[in-house]
């Protein structure tokens, strides 16, 4: 059963209740690189069930999407109010054939995209933090909403990688 907006925002949002955004967005690309460091391409590109994705296909999910939150981020800031488009991530990961590429230059990619946007959020004024957008799905969602969305969705795909490559909690 696929999850409602609502259920998606609250998940996603409850991932890093207590945390700092920014920090939690600041410390992924390292985290990333720690959790694939010295394992075979071969494990990365392996799914661990059929319709889940792999190491590799995370991968390039993330360094998708961090392209889309600079682009709403900024689309939103030079026009607020501005309408925000929802994708289909299966549809980009066979269109992106994210399971062919390079899981190390996908974090390259994530990483470089990443610092430009946390740069960007650290440069705003207290009131820009509040600029909004419509999205599609989910309503009106502010700059400071997108980050906390951001920042649980690398929270969310962390875990995922952990515990496909056996690392998880214990």
């Not at 010295?38 to 889940?52: I, S, T």
């Not at 980050?147 to 690398?154: K, L, P």
């Amino acid at each position: 059963m696929k999850e409602t907006a609502p259920q998606y925002i609250a998940r996603v949002t409850g991932y890093v209740q207590g945390k700092k955004p920014l920090a939690v967005q600041a410390a992924t690309a390292d985290r990333l690189a720690k959790l694939i460091k010295g394992v075979p391409a071969a494990k990365l590109k392996k799914r661990p069930a059929p319709d889940k994705w792999s190491v590799t296909e995370i991968l390039a999910h993330l360094a998708d999407c961090e392209i889309v939150a600079g682009w709403r981020m900024r689309l939103i800031l030079g026009s607020p109010g501005t309408p925000i488009l929802g994708f289909d991530q299966d549809a980009w990961a066979d269109a992106g054939h994210y399971a062919k590429r390079d899981p190390r230059k996908s974090l390259e990619q994530f990483r470089a995209f990443r610092e430009a946007n946390l740069s960007l959020l650290k440069s705003l004024k207290a009131e820009q933090w509040q600029h909004h957008g419509m999205h599609s799905e989910r309503g009106v969602e502010t700059i400071e909403h997108i980050s906390r969305m951001f920042a649980g969705h690398d929270l969310n795909h962390t875990k995922q990688i952990e515990e496909i490559l056996g690392k998880g909690k214990k």
